[in-house]
């Protein structure tokens, strides 16, 4: 079976994370890493291709160039090999472009199984899976905690805020896990060593057959007007502890009825 | 609060990735347990078998017996990172790599090298080294244990004392003598469990908790011919060279330790108030803490040094010496320090202060005392004059 995961580079959490007042978008030019949530797609493909004996797991992503420092970072926990959709054109790509852009590249892949993770830790739009499923006019299944693949089809266990549903799918399929679903293996020494010498495919929106305008800026619809700093909170509460703050904040606590 | 630590030139590629790794999986899988484990005198074996997952406990196993085949460099790095995050279990990865894979590459045949080797490096099976009796430890060439020879090989009686990873090992290299009394009757042999082989109780220590040490009692156990490891009278020469590799990664150890002491002692000063402020104010607090801090990246350095001269294949007895003394020194007065900064806390089994002071004294006795280190030093500078 051939599965393909979406994986994203983001930048690391913490003070260095920014809106560039500039361009109005996210500063990207600090540490970055694999969005987590993604280890987890990446690892239930593994396991997936490890329990069928056979298999092959391609990452698909799109960004920057330098992104591959952190794609191998799954390559190295066993995936086969990785397409990067790394073209100056895509640059400022919202979500209508670059579900697009990546259905292109899925389309061209032609897997059984398209896995996700359930968001970007930058972005957190939680959202990609859903538009790009629809694009490939392909069944979708989200919030993964419990996968089943079998006789052409799956049973997913998808977590809600008000329990659970069981969903069978045919495939292929679009699923994105949540993170509850398992916990992602470290790679190996010889996992990383290996990870720079595997396929690594870093292609144009031509490539793909993506129009000019469908990408980038062009290919987007939404636009940022304005950024602002999150209004202050008007209700914060300083305490002062003289001795009484903890039953000062008890009693704050129980007056919102958080206790 | 992490403190950057002073890196040599020319690390190579792998040598890094191997540092993350161990770096990830320590903070990650062993630190945050590493007080409760250490209270309750657990061997955290699953984490051992965990380690050989990820490469990291057959480390300097070369790729065609199964393990990734990084150097000595490698093993530093990654026992420091370990030993940062706890020290005992970075002791089961030294051993592993410097006590028992490290004799077998050396002086094994092919056919020893491709029964223990790969299994060593999964994780399957936990390696030991038997050289320390009741009777002899830093006077190695008085051992006692002897090897009877039979026909099909040997019977060994004796007693083993203090053996690392004694009580989980499934590989023993026992050192026994074959012949005369003295340095060249001593020969080296390899073997797995079976009669005649008692492992006693886990010895009662000061510290290294998670790590397995005990008595090995062997009475006529039964070595095969091709359970020898080198030549025949050639055991106590293996014994030593092995050593002369193992130092290396007990500064390692050491420096680990001290760093994970050095970033206790200035987090808890930046929090702690006193007299109106956080005691990070006082001088009298930031001049030891700065010491010890110059005195780890002094430390680290001659231990990396170390294993870069093995790595190239040049001697390394001395400057592994040097760096064991030097290191192990640190790590006693950086847990010092820390108690010290962390006052009545220090004290307390509620911090890890008290932990590093525990465990950061053996890095001064085993493989070698600071004083043998200094025997060893000597001897390379006076030559037979020093004897
Ligand atoms: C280099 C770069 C520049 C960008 N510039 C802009 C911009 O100028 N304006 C703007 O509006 N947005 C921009 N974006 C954000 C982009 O529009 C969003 O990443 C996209 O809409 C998906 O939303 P999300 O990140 O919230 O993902 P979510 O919907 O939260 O992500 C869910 C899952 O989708 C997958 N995924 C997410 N992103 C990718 C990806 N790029 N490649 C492969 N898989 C992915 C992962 O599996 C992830 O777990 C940029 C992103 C990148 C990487
Ligand atoms: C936790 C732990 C784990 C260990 N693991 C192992 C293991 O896996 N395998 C193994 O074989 N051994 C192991 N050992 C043994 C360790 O290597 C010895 O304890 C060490 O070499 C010292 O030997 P000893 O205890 O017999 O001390 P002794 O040799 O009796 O020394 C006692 C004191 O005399 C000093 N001294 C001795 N000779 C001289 C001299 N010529 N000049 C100056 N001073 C001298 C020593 O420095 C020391 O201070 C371990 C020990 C411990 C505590």
Known sequence: ?259 | MPVEPAVPAGLTEHQTAAWELAREFAQNEVAPHAREWNAAHRVPVEVFRRLGEIGLLGLTIPEEYGGPGLDATSLALVTEELARADAGTSVAVAVQNGLVASPILRAGNEEQKREWLPRLASGELFGCYALTEPDAGSDTASLRTRAEATGEGWRVTGNKMWITNGGIADVFVIFARTGDPGAKGISAMVSGPGDGLSVGAEIPKLGLHTSSTVELAFDAFPVPRSGLLGAEGEGLKLALATLDGGRITVAAQAVGIARAALELAVSYATDRQAFGGPIARFQGVHFPVAEIAAQIDAARLLTLHAAQLRDAGRPHGAAGAKAKLFASNVAVRAADVCVQTLGGYGYSAEYDAERYYRDAKITEIYEGTSQIQRMVIARDLFGGAAR
Not at chain 1, 102 to 128: I, M, Y
Not at chain 1, 168 to 193: C, F, H, T, W
Not at chain 1, 212 to 234: C, E, K
């Open chain 1, 1 to 259: 079976m051939k599965i393909a995961v979406c994986v994203k580079e983001v930048p690391d959490a913490g003070p260095g994370r920014r809106m560039d007042p500039g361009t109005m978008r996210l500063d990207r030019s600090g540490e970055r890493s694999l969005n987590s949530y993604d280890l987890n797609a990446v690892e239930e493909a593994l396991r997936l291709k490890e329990a069928a004996g056979e298999g092959e797991v391609v990452l698909v992503s799109m960004g920057q160039e330098k992104a591959l420092e952190s794609i191998r970072k799954a390559l190295a926990m066993g995936a086969d090999r990785a397409v990067l959709i790394s073209d100056e054109g895509a640059a400022g790509s919202d979500l209508v472009a670059t579900s697009y852009v990546l259905a292109k590249a899925l389309e061209r892949e032609a897997p059984q199984l398209v896995l996700f993770g359930q968001s970007a830790q930058d972005s957190d739009g939680a959202v990609l899976w859903a538009s790009v499923a629809e694009r490939l006019k392909l069944p979708m299944v989200s919030q993964i905690s419990e996968l089943e693949v079998a006789g052409g089809q799956i049973t997913a266990k998808r977590q809600t805020e008000f329990g659970y549903d069981r969903i069978q799918s045919p495939l292929p399929a679009v699923l994105a896990v949540a993170d509850s679903l398992n916990e992602p293996r470290y790679p190996s020494l010889k996992g990383i060593m290996g990870a720079k010498k595997k396929p690594q495919d870093v292609v144009k929106l031509a490539d793909l057959g993506v129009e000019a305008d469908r990408a980038g800026q062009a290919g987007s619809r939404t636009t940022v007007s304005a950024l602002n700093p999150p209004p202050s909170r008007g209700d914060t509460v300083k305490i002062e502890d003289d001795g009484t703050g903890a039953q000062k904040i008890m009693a704050f606590l129980v007056e919102r009825k958080f206790a």
